[in-house]
């Protein structure tokens, strides 16, 4: 038997987040009060008291979904024995964290950074997100290529289970071919409510600046295997890492990829760190025969683990 942690991305937040955990371990308090010291912001009033669209900026979403899911793994860090860790986009620098390759103002330092980079992307290039669901994923790969060209950009971003791949590319060329897609056989295309063409060639100079953060900052080799987004296998050394990461923010996600390649690995055991279930419901769509799927987010799951 082996257990993987999975940590969420971007649109698992919500207002109320980390409040109950703060409340109730002094070492969530803690960590929490250093982040509000690294963001130079009250990181924390925006988690608890919102207002949602406020919370929902990407510059404030990734720091606050980091610093959630970084309390969970350390509380649980004596509790929790796990092979394999992953994390969805933003999530994959959780998942760094849990492995022992970044400390946490490192880590935190890093998700800061590439939220500002990505928030600013989406201003200077305007882009969006939708997800396409019901159509196969390499009809929506092939699909997406045969609609970019030198001004306009379409790739598919997030490959999130079979039948359910998110597109990303320039903002108002995007919208006008989502009919495309319904034509091509997708049972529903979705807009997503995102600031940005992420995970898209249009995240290139986000990419630029992140790059020369990451080479800086002191990263050690990983603890436990940790399944790069971009890569969708298991790496283990920092360089390895590092490269990883600079490809991810331009590279597609391919969780679909990732979650097979740990069943197939022998990991029979998932558990989502971080607020809601997105990843558990995920997880559920992909794997195949009988698995343990759960998740941990406030303080009552903490405890029933710890007790």
């Known amino acids: 038997m082996a257990t993987a942690l999975v940590f969420s991305g971007q649109g698992s937040q919500y207002v109320g987040m980390m409040r109950d955990l703060t409340e109730t371990f002094p ?11 690294i963001m130079g912001t009250s990181l924390s009033t925006i988690c608890f008291d919102g207002p949602a669209e406020t919370l929902k900026e990407t510059r404030y979403t990734q720091p606050a979904l980091f610093v959630h899911e970084a309390i969970l793994a350390t509380l649980l860090k004596e ?23 970044v400390d946490f103002a490192t880590g935190l330092g890093l998700v800061k950074l590439r939220g500002e980079l990505m928030f600013r992307a989406g201003e200077t290039l305007p882009g969006t997100m939708a997800a396409v669901v019901g159509m196969d994923d390499e009809k929506v790969r092939e699909l997406c290529a045969s609609l970019t060209n030198s001004n306009d950009i379409i790739v598919a971003a997030n490959f999130n289970s079979p039948g359910q791949v998110v597109i990303s590319g320039s903002a108002e060329y995007l919208r006008s071919k989502m009919p495309d897609f319904k034509a091509a056989g997708a049972k529903m295309v979705k807009e997503l409510p995102v600031s940005g063409a992420f995970h898209s060639p249009l995240m290139q100079s986000a990419q630029n600046e992140l790059e020369k953060a990451i080479y800086a900052a002191t990263m050690h080799d990983a603890k436990v295997e940790v399944y790069a987004n971009a890569l969708a296998k298991p790496l283990r050394k920092a360089d390895e890492i590092r490269a990883a990461l600079v490809q991810q923010l331009t590279a597609p996600v391919l969780w679909t990829q990732s979650v097979q390649a740990m069943q197939a690995s022998g990991v029979d ?39």
């Open 27 to 37: 070492e969530a308090k803690q960590m929490l009060a250093e982040a509000d010291s």
């Open 79 to 101: 509790k929790v024995t796990f092979h394999a860790a992953a994390g969805h986009s933003l999530g994959e620098y959780s998942a760094l964290f849990a492995a022992g390759v």
């Open 269 to 307: 055991t998932f558990i989502e760190l971080g607020p809601g279930n997105v990843l558990q419901g995920l997880v559920k769509r992909i794997v195949s025969g009988t698995v343990s799927i759960s998740g941990v987010d406030t303080a009552e799951h903490v405890k029933a683990l710890l007790s």
